[in-house]
């Protein structure tokens, strides 16, 4: 359901990208498919650095539907962006999607925070982030980093995905499915 971007994948991601539902939200915005192949390679050059983490999401085909990535890393912490094609959307991509990539991140990369800064009008990733069992607002206990996304206008709302908290979900989702076979 992820694998590492690769530059093949750039023409079908870029028309689910320029999608009105989805453009306003992407971080990392294009605005011809040239600029989008150039911005996707030097995605692929920062993460070789080291600098950041991003994966194409792809549907049960292989086929590829969005992207998530790890942007900022600092001190085992980074910022999450995912986006989804519009035709995926609600189809159940998004959560699969998260709970790999944070696997992959909390166990073989040794992330311990994930943050999302979510802008308040954004609905639809707003209620995405609140079905996820291990997400936490962050808006009071992580106060510093509100702020600092904040600055003088409050736009986003801050999310925070500990690396114990997924942990604990992983568990509690493991034993639930060794209750159901042995039932």
């Not at 998260?98 to 990369?109: A, W």
């Not at 925070?113 to 979510?118: E, G, L, P, Q, R």
């Amino acid at each position: 359901m992820i694998k590492k971007r690769e530059l093949t994948d750039c023409h079908k991601l870029y028309e689910l990208m320029i999608d009105p539902a989805v453009f306003p939200f992407v971080r990392q915005k294009a605005n011809s498919y040239e600029e989008f192949l150039f911005l996707t390679k030097q995605t692929i050059e920062a993460e070789e650095r080291g600098e950041l983490v991003s994966r194409t999401i792809v549907d049960e085909w292989g086929n590829p539907i969005g992207t998530i990535n790890l942007f900022d890393i600092n001190h085992q912490a980074g910022f999450l962006g995912t986006w989804l094609g519009k035709p995926y959307h609600g189809k159940g991509f998004n959560q699969v999607a998260k709970d790999l990539f944070f696997n992959e991140l909390f166990y073989e990369l040794n992330i311990s925070s994930v943050f999302m800064k979510i802008r308040k009008e954004n609905v639809r990733s707003i209620n995405a982030a609140l079905k996820l069992p291990y997400v936490s607002i962050g808006n009071e206990t992580r106060k510093d980093i509100f702020e600092k996304i904040n600055h003088d206008t409050v736009i986003y709302d801050l999310f925070q995905i500990e690396k114990d908290q997924f942990t604990l979900y992983q568990y509690r989702n493991q034993t639930q499915q060794s209750e159901l076979k042995e039932a």
